[in-house]
């Protein structure tokens, strides 16, 4: 299994940009990433998904305005996140998942707040 680092949060103002990045002590290229986010009270959604592939899933709310990224040769996931809403306030969480082999694993999170 690999170890998940996750960075890049912090407090934006509404409109507002950032770019989270996770950091794998292994090889990504053997896992399909995931971005999940849990806001207090809320259970944990998945973001956006990106494949060993390449190809890319969002969930409703944040497409147009977030976009997924791998780069396998600095095993690092990215998140890009546009257009920031209140709504998008929560801790954001890095997930790799062997598919096949049915097991995944967890960064600690990194805290987004998007408020004025």
């Known amino acids: 299994q690999v170890q998940l680092v996750e960075s890049g949060g912090g407090l934006v103002q509404p409109g507002g940009s950032l770019r989270l990045s996770c950091a794998a002590s292994?090889?990504?290229?053997?896992?399909?990433m995931g971005w999940y986010r849990q806001a207090p009270g809320k259970q944990r959604e998945l973001v956006a998904g990106?494949?060993?592939?390449?190809?890319?899933n969002y969930v409703d709310s944040v497409k147009g305005r977030f976009t997924i990224s791998r780069d396998n040769g600095q095993n690092t996931v990215y998140l890009q996140m546009d257009s920031l809403k209140p709504e998008d306030t929560a801790v954001y969480y890095c997930?790799?998942?062997?598919?096949?082999?049915?097991?995944?694993?967890w960064g600690q999170g990194t805290q987004v707040t998007v408020s004025s």
């Open positions: 990106i494949t060993r592939g390449g190809s890319t």
């Open positions: 997930n790799a998942a062997r598919v096949a082999l049915g097991y995944d694993c």
């Open positions: 292994g090889m990504i290229r053997l896992y399909t």
